[in-house]
């Protein structure tokens, strides 16, 4: 019974552990999350400056709450936020 019990946590962490390393590497990198939460900070002052009303979790001058996300999201992810800022501001579509 022992044996099994043992047997068991030893699985259930190398579960866990599998999961949490699969997790890290596919979230984009500390340069990569840098420069994509001072550039949505940037696109967020652009917004206002001219006049656009968006809000919301995309739209928003906290660097560390943008950097914190980037960093739990895959690089491909973070990059089509900024896409998506990006285009919303050159062609004043909706926010």
Partial sequence: MYSQVKFFIVGVL???GTV???ANAMAADKP?????AGS?????QQMVN???QCTGFRWHNW???HYGWCRKVSQQSATAES??????LQNW???
């Fill in 50 to 52: 001219s006049g656009m």
């Fill in 63 to 65: 660097y560390d709450g």
């Fill in 83 to 88: 896409i998506i800022r990006s285009n919303t």
């Fill in 14 to 16: 190398a579960l866990v």
């Fill in 20 to 22: 949490v390393f699969a």
């Fill in 93 to 95: 579509g909706a926010c």
């Fill in 40 to 44: 949505a900070v940037v696109q967020y």
């Fill in 32 to 36: 990569f999350c840098r420069n994509y």
